[in-house]
């Protein structure tokens, strides 16, 4: 096949990007691939090019039910016969595309790895033949990624199901070591060809600032805030310091939206709206905020405090300057910021008793998570302590060992839950086997790797912020010319 020439008689380009071709030639040639690229290189051409000129389905497991809308709005506006099947979809919506779906009238099908639950799903998907499975945010398959999602980990099972398509898994950010966990997760060994595309962020530039207090800290962020001039997003690690700011903006008399997880269900869901709709707005965030979301004009990222992971900076920073034009990425370090990021992790890992208790609460009243988030939870078992989010892990623990309903399910209601009588989130007691099986001493430690390496990326002052960055994905070091060390150091 001559790929440029399809290009070109399909899609409104002249030429490939990044890794494109290259991508396209190995997945044609019945090899899998593993892509890394970050969102707005080019990715979704990826799997539309194969979705368009190919006979049978393209399925995309995506993690994000807002990432899926907006990729089928643009496959439908490039003529590909694409649709999105998902917990937001209304009820007749869903039954009509699976209707469809049984009738082989889709080219295209994206759907989260939860949906695999369904049984009129995979009775619809066995009627098609699926050319190539696309594994979107591939690291969600990894625990030692930054952002594991258990369903995830059964996407070999799947893979089985529909009789072992070649394989496309994409991901912005992952390490050498999470990139050979996927491959090992997907069950691709040695027919995986790894390729980097696109990795390069030009129009970004770095930089880190030593602080020191949160009042210095918050004078900094409000003399560089542009309300006039594109969107910006600050980001918090803890909510009980992104209320504060909050309240600091206010006092400034200073326009802001804010999105975290003790916020309800319809609040995030407005607050986001808004942001997504408006030209110059500011949004204060906890890292939950921004996944999938395609702005083309954020224009500054402020991180108030130091993320978890490099893989996390990254990505959240990533989301400036889609439209390719100048965009900044400011971080603040204090000397307090490494203890409270140590204490996060520790939260990530709470004890045994601790997720017991939880699960009967949960048990107890299901109905506080829908209408208040974790506040009312965290109140009753942290004693209000709005550091403590040891609530939000012992949930993503009970989800991943099947003891609750997924959250993304719950928030997303699909079902309906509010108007359940009795409703429950919970669906087994965690058992000691659970306990067992799940060696957080292991995870704690690798989480605290993570959380060292990127605090050594912020007190480096050898290397080009983004060369370095680029390096700890196993890329090539390429100095951007942009960041605070290429200034000081060109
Ligand atoms: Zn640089």
Redesign the pocket.
């Known amino acids: 096949m001559n790929l440029l020439a399809e290009l070109k008689k399909h899609f409104p380009y002249i030429q490939f990007v990044h890794s494109q071709e290259k991508i396209l030639q190995t997945v044609f040639s019945g090899k899998s691939a593993l892509a890394i690229m970050p969102t707005g290189s080019g990715k979704s051409l990826c799997y539309q090019f194969p979705a368009k000129v190919g006979q049978n389905l393209v399925l995309v497991i995506s993690p994000l039910i807002a990432l899926m809308q907006d990729q089928e709005k643009k496959a439908l506006d490039l003529g590909i016969r694409g649709a999105a099947i998902h917990s937001g979809i209304s009820g007749s919506e869903r039954v009509r595309k699976y209707q469809k779906l049984k009738d082989k009238q889709y080219q295209l099908l994206f759907v989260t790895p939860e949906r695999f639950r369904k049984k009129e799903f995979r009775d619809s998907l066995s009627a098609n033949t699926v050319d190539l499975l696309v594994v979107d945010e591939a690291h969600c398959i990894s625990l030692w990624g930054h952002d594991f999602r258990p369903d995830y980990s059964k996407i070999s099972e799947f893979r089985k199901d529909i009789g072992n398509p070649t394989v496309l898994a994409l991901t912005a950010t992952a390490t050498p070591s999470t990139q050979d966990d996927i491959i090992k997760q997907l069950g691709l060994a040695e027919q995986c060809e790894t390729i980097y595309g696109g990795m390069e962020r030009t129009e970004l530039a ?1 930089s880190v600032e030593d602080v020191y207090s949160n009042e210095d800290k918050n004078d900094k962020i409000f003399h560089l805030l542009n309300t006039k001039n594109g969107s910006q997003v600050v980001y918090f690690l803890l909510i009980e310091s992104l209320v504060k700011f909050s309240n600091f903006l206010r006092g400034k008399k200073i326009e802001h939206l804010v999105y975290h997880g003790d916020l309800g269900k319809d609040q995030r869901a407005s607050s986001l709206n808004r942001f997504i709709k408006n030209e110059n707005v500011l949004m204060l965030a906890t890292p939950a905020f921004g996944l999938g979301i395609d702005k083309p004009n954020i224009r500054q990222i402020f991180n108030y405090e130091i993320p978890g992971s490099i893989e996390s900076y990254f990505q959240e920073i990533g989301r400036a300057g889609r439209d390719g034009q100048h965009a900044e990425a400011h971080l603040f370090l204090s000397d307090d910021d490494l203890s409270i990021s140590m204490e996060f992790i520790k939260w990530a890992y709470p004890e045994k008793e601790f997720i017991q208790k939880f699960y009967y609460m949960l048990e107890e009243n299901s109905i506080s998570l829908l209408q208040e988030g974790f506040s009312f939870y965290r109140e009753k078992l942290s004693f209000k302590n709005r550091r403590d989010y040891r609530v939000e892990s012992a949930y993503n623990i009970l989800e991943r060992w099947g003891c609750v309903i997924p959250l993304s399910e719950v928030l997303s209601d699909e079902n309906n839950y509010a108007a359940q009588k009795g409703f429950k989130v919970t669906l087994r007691e965690p058992t000691e086997t659970d306990f067992k099986n799940e060696n957080q001493k292991v995870l704690f430690q690798h989480q605290n790797k993570k959380l060292l390496d990127i605090y050594s990326w912020a007190k480096n002052e050898t290397k ?4 370095a960055i680029y390096e700890y994905f196993g890329a090539d070091y390429i ?5 605070d ?2 200034h000081e150091n060109q």
Request: aromatic residues 8%; glycine residues 16%; proline residues 0%.
């Open positions: 770095i080009c912020r983004l060369g100095e951007c010319g942009k960041c060390w290429c």
